[in-house]
Structure formats: structure tokens, C-alpha cells
């Protein structure tokens, strides 16, 4: 069974950091492309980082415009992990985080085709 497992999220004050981090099991991560979305009451999934790369290549990544400089997306493919570290956050930064795994490297939720049961960020004061 493919699964995906976050964790890491909780309460924090504005300008505060927090790491999430993600397991995957039953699959082999390396061929993947990993994500991190987000996602609020009534707004679509927003992506925010992917991470990827082709054969021995270096690992490109890729950033929304509102977390890029603050957040910064890591995978360890030998761990079948993948985290994203989040710094500076904002009360806008509040939302469910989930990371899936797709075969494309975009912030189109519709690439992704293994998704975890998300984390919860709040930022907040």
C-alpha cells in the first residue's frame, strides 16, 4: 500500500519556524517527485515546494512565489523522507500541509498521485 505520513505541525507565533516532515512507505520515493501543498477552508490546494531529479542528477526545486526565501523543501531518498523547513512564518502560512508524491516536477496539485492525510499549521499570536 502506498502511504505517505506528515508530521511536525502545530501552533507557532508569527516569525517562529517549524519543520514537517515526511515518510513514505510501500514505494520507492527516488523515482518521485516530492511536493508540498497546503490547503484552507474554501480555497484550493496551494502548492508550495516540489523537489525532483532525473537519474544522478543534482536535485532541482521549486518554490511558490509567497514562501519562496523562507521555506526550504529536502528529501533523503535512502530514508524514503522528504521535510520541508519553514521559517519566518506568517498568519497566511496557516493551513493543512500535505506532502504526495507525483511523476512531474510542478505545483499542480493534479500531477500528484499519492497524497498523506496532511498536518496542521497555525500561525498565530
Known amino acids: 500500500q502506498l502511504q505517505l505520513v506528515e508530521s511536525g505541525g502545530g501552533l507557532v507565533q508569527p516569525g517562529a519556524g517549524l519543520t514537517l516532515s515526511c515518510v513514505a512507505s510501500?514505494?520507492?520515493?527516488?523515482?518521485?517527485?516530492i511536493g508540498w501543498f497546503r490547503q484552507v477552508p474554501g480555497k484550493e490546494r496551494e502548492g508550495v515546494a516540489y523537489?525532483?531529479?532525473?537519474?544522478?542528477?543534482?536535485?532541482?526545486?521549486g518554490y511558490s512565489d509567497s514562501v519562496k526565501g523562507r521555506f526550504t523543501i529536502s528529501r533523503d531518498d535512502a530514508k524514503n523522507t522528504a521535510s520541508l523547513q519553514m521559517n519566518s512564518l506568517k498568519p497566511e502560512d496557516t493551513g493543512l500541509y500535505y506532502c504526495?508524491?507525483?511523476?512531474?516536477?510542478?505545483?499542480?496539485?493534479?500531477?500528484?498521485?499519492?497524497w498523506g492525510q496532511g498536518t496542521q499549521v497555525t500561525v498565530s499570536s
Open positions: 523537489i525532483w531529479r532525473t537519474g544522478h542528477s543534482p536535485y532541482y526545486t
Open positions: 510501500g514505494f520507492d520515493v527516488s523515482s518521485y517527485t
Open positions: 504526495a508524491a507525483g511523476r512531474s516536477p510542478t505545483l499542480g496539485a493534479s500531477a500528484y498521485q499519492v
